[in-house]
């Protein structure tokens, strides 16, 4: 009897032991399968501005290495040519012109997207993801008047961010100070932060009053509060010991990145990594001043390529890059001068920053919103070219798919296939945003109707899209938009003014 007690034991602990290796084994599979994700989200940098699209005067080796054993998208957007409305549409999978505050937000603008909303890092969070923000934000913070001394909500943290570092708004508007899940870094209670957008505070030092202690000067727009030799907009006081050093932004966004890799790769994690390169004032360390041969714009996009590959050693150090997505792209399209004498126009020589295409920042034209664009997976998805059209708007339901969960967002289509490279079937048609209105692409045609507004934008010298006819153009055959085929096709233009009129109903 002993004997078959003893067995019935054994032979329970094999079956035991045998099911929690096989729930082991499942558990390790189910984590395979669910990569990490991370979103290098550059601020405006141009589709000529790598060189994995072809630029020969400035060299991205990192950026390169990513995009030429991935699948690089020469087709692909920003939902819109300036950088509030663009990244709110990327986190939240809504066309920013349906949401109308969705413009270049001051520094002390209260938060855009509604915390009930779900966005792409709720999403995530919802389907056991830990996630993350690193670099510029942009999006507004709090519901009213800011107090910067005490905790600031609601932000990121409130609308799917487990973490957040972050610069409020842009590096060229004030507060100039980094924030920490809601908190000022480095604050002296002491010294209060006061910030407002209206007037300057009695004493305070502005670009007007005291240009002798500018080490950067301004064009336009930046003539406020001085911060390390800067001119901003808007204006600032108190918080010392809070305020950031220009120099070594990209250096602190990048070790807060790779701290975030290190403290979350033990569980899936969600990482956006918002650069501040190259938007102004451009302001490179250093040790990368005058490596490009093009002036401060060229430098920092030299020191961000620099910055990605140093992230991407940590994955590998970490042992997390053959199990992460990576996703790279811009806000909306390139400046040459945006405020600041930097050079940026004397030096750019032979360099397009704007590609082939016309336009730039701001912009109705092709260079307002088709964006450097790239995804990365080692071992998942394999080197490639894509021409599928395809948004940032839809990251959201595409990496919803990813994850397999089932949250929609309106303006957002599923496209993983397109994404992973398995498929070149991308979206039918896009309704973008410029600063003078919307417009629309639809294959290869794009429409742009008639509105209001400069021809060009002459603080930076690019050209907005506005007219007072109709545009009609064929990207395949004029990439640079040069012949206005409205009155050649107006079967076609009338078949897009409907279908672009619908989109704008829905």
């Not at 629309?440 to 794009?446: E, H, L, M, N, T």
């Amino acid at each position: 009897m002993r004997k078959i007690v003893c067995a019935l034991v054994i032979l329970i602990g094999f079956i035991s032991c045998k099911n929690e290796k096989s729930s082991t084994s499942a558990e390790k599979q189910k984590t395979n399968t669910v990569p990490n994700i991370v979103i290098i989200n550059f601020d405006d940098l141009g589709y000529g501005d790598v060189s994995f699209n072809g630029s020969k005067t400035i060299q991205t080796p990192n950026m390169d290495s990513l995009a030429l054993n991935g699948v690089r998208f020469t087709n692909a957007y920003a939902a819109s040519a300036t950088c509030t409305p663009s990244r709110y549409s990327l986190l939240t999978g809504i066309y920013p012109w349906r949401k109308e505050k969705a413009k270049i937000l001051p520094g002390n603008a209260p938060l855009l997207i509604d915390t009930s909303r779900v966005t792409l890092p709720k999403m995530l969070q919802n389907s056991g993801y830990t996630t993350g923000i690193v670099g510029k934000w942009h999006l507004g913070l709090g519901s009213g008047d800011i107090n910067w001394n005490a905790q600031i909500q609601p932000g990121p943290n409130e609308v799917g961010f487990d973490y957040s570092y972050i610069l409020a708004a842009t590096q060229d508007r004030v507060p100039t100070v980094y924030i920490k899940n809601g908190y000022v870094v480095g604050l002296d209670k002491n010294d209060p932060i006061e910030v407002n957008y209206k007037e300057n505070f009695e004493g305070e030092p502005t670009a007007l009053s005291n240009p002798e202690m500018l080490k950067m000067k301004w064009e336009h727009g930046h003539n406020n509060s001085i911060v390390n030799g800067i001119p901003r907009i808007g204006f600032m006081k108190g918080g010392d010991t809070a305020k950031w050093n220009d120099e070594e932004m990209a250096n602190v966004f990048l070790k807060e990145a790779q701290n975030y890799v290190k403290t979350n790769k033990k569980k899936p994690f969600f990482l956006y990594y918002a650069l501040q390169q190259p938007h102004v004032p451009r302001t490179p360390n250093p040790k990368f001043v005058g490596t490009s041969g093009m002036g401060p714009r060229g430098d920092v996009i030299k020191e961000a390529d620099w910055c990605i590959g140093e992230f991407i050693k940590t994955l590998k150090e970490e042992g997390v890059l053959e199990n992460t997505l990576i996703v790279l792209t811009s806000d909306n399209g390139p400046v040459l001068n945006d405020g600041y004498y930097d050079d940026a126009v004397e030096k750019v020589g032979n360099h397009k920053p704007w590609g082939d295409f016309r336009g730039g920042k701001y912009s109705m034209y092709e260079a307002g919103t088709r964006v450097p664009f790239f995804t990365y997976w080692k071992g998942k998805i394999k080197p490639g070219v894509s021409n599928a059209l395809f948004c940032q708007t839809d990251l959201f339901s595409s990496l919803a798919q990813l994850v397999k969960s089932n949250e929609k967002a309106k303006d957002s289509e599923a496209l993983l296939p397109v994404l992973m490279g398995e498929s070149t079937h991308g979206r039918e048609q896009l309704t973008l945003q410029g600063s003078l209105g919307t417009f629309f692409r639809k294959g290869d045609w794009a429409m742009i109707p008639p509105s209001k507004g400069p021809k060009l934008f002459k603080n930076v010298n690019i050209e907005s899209g506005a007219s007072d006819k109709y545009q009609l153009y064929n990207l395949k055959e004029d990439i640079g938009e040069q012949n206005n085929l409205s009155e050649k096709y107006p079967d076609k233009l009338e078949e897009l003014k409907k279908e672009y009129q619908n989109s704008l109903a829905e």
